[in-house]
T-cell receptor, first 110, second 110 residues
Framework: EPEVTQTPSHQVTQMGQEVILRCVPISNHLYFYWYRQILGQKVEFLVSFYNNEISEKSEIFDDQFSVERPDGSNFTLKIRSTKLEDSAMYFC????????FGQGTRLTVV | RKEVEQDPGPFNVPEGATVAFNCTYSNSASQSFFWYRQDCRKEPKLLMSVYSSGNEDGRFTAQLNRASQYISLLIRDSKLSDSATYLCVVNWAGGFKTIFGAGTRLFVKA
């Protein structure tokens, strides 16, 4: 069964550092998303991406965040200068009918 | 009013019970609707889409009432493996913006 894969599964970074979270969506999907979930809280929409550009973004997705599809398979989320409050599980998803999620990257900012 | 609102529970039910979850959404322009389940510290997994005509998948039945902006999920003959958090999900902006409810926690006990 095709699946969304994310790397790394866990990343620890120092405050102020840049991180890049990577995702390989399901190959025939055209819509891609990033979400985050702070421990114990709800899943929050960050951004959607279609046709090589951002389609929609939330208030959380400010200037420190960016997304890119550098090649035909990868989809990345960059956080430029991490803050302690960026610590969360970050999920990538791709969709046909309904969104299918990767297993997430747990980002810990120390 | 929250964009997507769910009763947080927890619902504690015995095996074999029937349990119903409700969800309301605030944006009347919402276009598509889903139920996801999320196990502890795992990614959300698509359970089923929700259609206006109502739809059933085995023990699970989903209903949508657009006039009342209300979605429901019914689980019949609960199993221990149904224990999870159930997330109501609403899409709008052409499907690009996805809002998750905070989830309803279900515990099924033997």
């Amino acid at each position: 069964e095709p699946e969304v894969t994310q790397t790394p599964s866990h990343q620890v970074t120092q405050m102020g550092q840049e991180v890049i979270l990577r995702c390989v969506p399901i190959s025939n999907h055209l819509y891609f998303y990033w979400y985050r979930q702070i421990l114990g809280q709800k899943v929050e929409f960050l951004v959607s991406f279609y046709n090589n550009e951002i389609s929609e973004k939330s208030e959380i997705f400010d200037d420190q965040f960016s997304v890119e599809r550098p090649d035909g398979s990868n989809f990345t989320l960059k956080i430029r200068s991490t803050k302690l409050e960026d610590s969360a599980m970050y999920f990538c998803a791709s969709s046909g009918t309904g969104a299918f999620f990767g297993q997430g990257t747990r980002l810990t900012v120390v | 009013r929250k964009e997507v609102e769910q009763d947080p529970g927890p619902f504690n039910v015995p095996e074999g019970a029937t349990v119903a979850f409700n969800c309301t959404y605030s944006n009347s322009a919402s276009q598509s609707f889903f139920w996801y389940r999320q196990d502890c510290r795992k990614e959300p997994k698509l359970l089923m889409s929700v259609y206006s005509s109502g739809n059933e998948d085995g023990r699970f039945t989903a209903q949508l009432n657009r006039a009342s902006q209300y979605i429901s999920l019914l689980i019949r003959d609960s199993k221990l493996s149904d224990s999870a958090t159930y997330l109501c999900v609403v899409n709008w902006a052409g499907g690009f913006k996805t809002i998750f409810g905070a989830g309803t926690r279900l515990f099924v006990k033997a």
